[in-house]
């Protein structure tokens, strides 16, 4: 046994990636992370969605990025728009979790 398998044996981290992890550098230091999916809508932002495991439990990681407006009090109705449309994602994605 090398000394890495034994750290990852003490550390509880199993050997074998899921189907759908990219592996290589994306994958590591106990989690397994998927190939990331972009939407890109040019002039006005993107949105990153990641597959990811940690410690025997899924998450989608999803990063936002957006346009905001020049003026403060415009960016700031955008960001409170963003914050109310996050909460219905996050508690769409729950609900599909129960029904399945």
Known sequence: MTALSRITSALGRRSAHPEWCAQGHRCGLGEHRA???TIAVPGLGSATLTRVEVDGREHAEVR???ALADD????RVQLAGIVGDLKTVIS???????IA
């Open 64 to 66: 936002l990025t957006v």
């Open 72 to 75: 403060d009090l415009t960016a």
């Open 92 to 98: 769409r994605a729950a609900n599909v979790h129960r």
């Open 35 to 37: 190939e990331p999916f």
